[in-house]
């Protein structure tokens, strides 16, 4: 049985290299084709050589000697057999089953794909599982849409072939490929393929050796080093490759980001505004979206638990968003603003204490503004630090304090009376007064300009910092009172 088991190791490759050839109607059609041959060629063979052995013996008996040999050929027959049985259980059984199952029960071992055409044509999208069909589905919609210049992979994996394949055509087309959740298994072949090969911060990457029912050793062996070969000649380190295919197929080995960089699987890493918004699978839906946005965003849940109306237009934008293509940092300035709205909206009935706490860091902010962009300064201190694109640009860090001191506002919110205006605005001219000695008359007028000439607007910057500084060394009350004022938005 050694004959069938080559030809089909040889036979699966050659479907494999060749796209003319790769159907599974001709995958099945050769598998059964080889075991069936194989089976009557060795039938052919026993028959005959146990037909010969009792020849054999009939004519050592007539002369009155022992039979010896003929007895060894029949025990190496039935010792054949039972060989044949074997190997024909183990391999031939499963491979016919699996092929017929392929070619004609729509591979239901291996979940169904999805292609998502996104960016106006610039990206695709490919989720589930790689089965037939695939590939030539993709070659369909790249032919009709030329500008696709991404192909993003979110895959469980599945068949090897569909897996080469996919490299061959990323690779010559000269597509990028991108990661956002997971790619496993033949994905992570396919992934290979890119010009170059980015991958989301948290997104995972799965690996492990091919395998397929009743695979020999030889057949398992060629496997490997079609699966080696591919990801070497993508640049991949070669111990890791050696790690990856000895990784039996009923595990995955999930390298940390660092190794795969290390190791040349990823050449970039996304900060989430080069791509659309992907990966999601099944969440993909208005429902699973609010979900996703609530989850870890306190702003957002108290938006959705007090402005029911006003959530449902924020998951509306997050998933038209999507569906448009938009990036991820699309998504997140989306949710951003949202955050920024229940913030402004709320600090009229923010606790004083807060409401002096943002103020100071209205002062720091102001501060960091006017020594890089006066003119982004002069703008968040005439709209008391409620400009949603300015608070935004922030570094990571005072966005961060930002945030928790809006959480800490909409903690805090209860019904107090209304500030007495007529006090307020003497509170600010005291607040205005005390910083006569620091600034001149000149300087203090421009705080009443709403629209300073630019040649002014450094000017205004370092009055308006001077006055809100003055406003927080009034009692705590009088400072909260004034910045409420100025800060809130209905």
Wanted: proline share 4%; net charge neutral.
């Amino acid at each position: 049985m050694a004959i069938p088991v080559f030809v089909i190791s040889v036979a699966t490759n050659v479907f494999v290299t060749l796209d003319s050839l790769y159907r599974p109607t001709y995958i099945f059609g050769a598998v059964a084709f080889v075991w069936f041959s194989g089976v009557m060629l060795t039938t052919w063979q026993y028959v005959g050589v146990w037909r010969s052995a009792n020849r054999n013996i009939v004519k050592r008996v007539v002369i009155g000697k022992r039979p010896i040999w003929a007895g060894i050929a029949k025990l190496t027959i039935v010792l054949g057999t039972f060989s044949f049985l074997v190997v024909f259980a183990k391999s031939a059984i499963p491979q016919i089953k699996e092929t017929y199952r392929t070619a004609f029960e729509g591979d239901p071992s291996v979940p169904d794909y999805g292609l998502r055409i996104m960016r106006d044509g610039v990206e695709v999208e490919i989720t589930g599982g790689f089965k037939y069909g695939l590939t030539d589905e993709l070659l369909t919609l790249l032919k009709a849409s030329p500008r696709i210049e991404t192909i993003h992979l979110n895959s469980i994996g599945g068949r090897l072939g569909e897996g080469l394949r996919l490299n061959k055509v990323i690779r010559e087309a000269g597509l990028k490929t991108y990661v956002s959740s997971l790619c496993a298994s033949a994905c992570t072949i396919a992934f290979a393929g890119g010009v170059e090969r980015w991958i989301a911060p948290e997104a995972k990457m799965g690996f492990h050796g091919p395998a397929f029912p009743g695979f020999s050793g030889v057949d398992l062996r060629a496997a490997n080093k079609t699966q080696a070969d591919v990801m070497v000649r993508s640049g991949y380190d070669s111990t890791f490759v050696q790690k990856a295919i000895a990784t039996p197929n009923d595990e995955l080995w999930m390298p940390e980001l660092e190794e795969l960089q290390a190791a040349g699987v990823v050449t970039h890493v996304s900060d989430g505004s080069q791509f659309a918004v992907s990966g999601l699978g099944a969440r993909a839906t208005k429902a699973g979206f609010a979900a996703l946005v609530v989850n870890g965003r306190p702003l957002v849940a108290h938006l959705e638990a007090t402005d029911p109306e006003e959530f449902d237009k924020l998951i509306e934008a997050v998933y038209d968003g999507y569906v448009k293509g938009e990036t991820n940092q699309d998504a997140i300035e989306t949710i951003g603003y949202y955050e920024y709205i229940t913030i402004v909206r709320n600090i009229r009935s923010a606790s004083d204490q807060v409401v002096v706490d943002l103020g100071r860091l209205l002062v720091d902010q102001l501060i960091l503004l006017h020594e890089k962009n006066a003119t982004n300064c002069a703008r968040l201190a005439a709209k008391g630090g409620a400009v949603y694109r300015i608070q935004f640009s922030f570094p990571s860090d005072v966005l961060m304090k930002y945030r928790e001191l809006g959480q800490r506002v909409v903690e805090s919110a209860s019904d107090r009376p209304a500030d007495d205006g007529a006090a307020v605005a003497q509170m600010l001219a005291r607040a205005t007064d005390s910083m006569r000695p620091a600034l001149t008359p000149a300087q203090i007028a421009l705080l009443n300009e709403r629209d300073p000439k630019r040649s002014d607007i450094s000017r205004y910057c370092v009055a308006a910092i001077r006055l809100y500084q003055s406003i927080l060394k009034a009692p705590q009350a009088e400072a909260a009172a004034i910045l409420r004022a100025r800060m809130s938005v209905d």
